[in-house]
């Protein structure tokens, strides 16, 4: 991937951050290059450190934490909009179909939907579902909040064994749905025989599927009350989950969607920060 050109000149370090609630991304560039971090939401001091190391003379904060990390830096930074953010990040990662009417997707501790018209991009929806679900119940179901681990297991397993599907409640024929449609998420598990437990990797693929389909649905009525057809997915969520890669995918397509990915799209922010941190705006 080709990486940002901005207009930092050489010897100058310029940097942008999106301080989420649960992850903290942070872009840092000099005249060499860029640099990618991730650190946990609570990281902002380290983050504010590794900013005042490299020199950085423009710094862009964005996110929910963004006013707590404009704290520790002393006055350097300017706190930059976060739908703008990802609207300048996200245009400078898809290159040249940056330009192309579309719908931007972050998926991070939730989920927000926006409209990219050209330079304007304006928050239009969203849900709750997103990363911050997987972690609650990722604890709650499955004793475990690390997130690489969640996504882990759902790559291996199978959510049909939790999910329960059209086929499971009505005979073929007797609706004019397919029977690999989901009828209740997490519906048989109120159906298991006294004592028997899913397997773990079920279950967390089914916390995919709660997370993904709903998502996708969400994306698509937008994208048709708009008139748009292709829908852009970044955040941290995606990160290393190809489960949830796969049912986004899967079902956007499905109700006729332009599903694209971002590369690096956790960083979409970060970057976007960087880049109206050195413009100024």
């Excluded at 579309?102 to 998926?107: F, P």
């Amino acid at each position: 991937m080709t990486r940002p050109e901005g207009t930092t000149a050489p010897g100058r370090v310029s940097a942008g951050v999106d301080a989420g609630a649960s992850l903290t991304k942070l872009a840092l560039r000099d005249g060499e290059g860029l640099q990618l971090r991730l650190e946990r939401g609570d990281a902002l001091e380290r983050i504010a450190e590794r900013i005042v190391e490299a020199g950085a003379e423009r710094v862009g904060v964005t996110g929910c934490g963004a006013a707590a990390l404009a704290s520790f830096l002393e006055g350097r930074a300017l706190s930059v909009n976060e739908f703008a953010a990802w609207g300048r990040g996200a245009a400078e990662l898809l290159e040249a179909r940056a330009g192309e009417r579309h719908l931007l997707v972050s998926l991070g501790t939730g989920t927000s939907v926006m409209l990219a018209d050209g330079l304007a991009v304006n928050r239009i929806g969203g849900t709750a579902l997103g990363g911050g679900t997987l972690l609650g119940l990722g604890a709650a179901l499955l004793g475990t909040d690390d997130f690489a681990e969640i996504a882990a297991l759902a790559e291996s397993g199978s959510r049909r064994s939790v999910d329960l599907l059209v086929s499971d409640i009505y005979r073929p024929g007797e609706i004019a749905l397919a029977g690999e449609i989901t009828a209740a998420n997490f519906g048989k598990l109120a159906r298991l025989p006294d004592g028997v437990v899913p397997e773990r990797e079920d279950v967390a693929h089914a916390l995919m599927g709660l997370v993904g389909e709903n998502v996708a649905l969400i994306c698509a009525g937008l994208g048709a009350a708009h008139q748009v057809r292709r829908i852009v997915f970044g955040g941290a969520t995606l990160r290393k989950n190809p489960s949830l890669v796969s049912i986004l995918h899967q079902i956007t397509t499905a109700l006729g969607a332009e599903v694209t990915f971002l590369p690096d799209g956790e960083f979409a922010g970060a970057i976007g920060a960087l880049l109206l941190a050195e413009t100024g705006t």
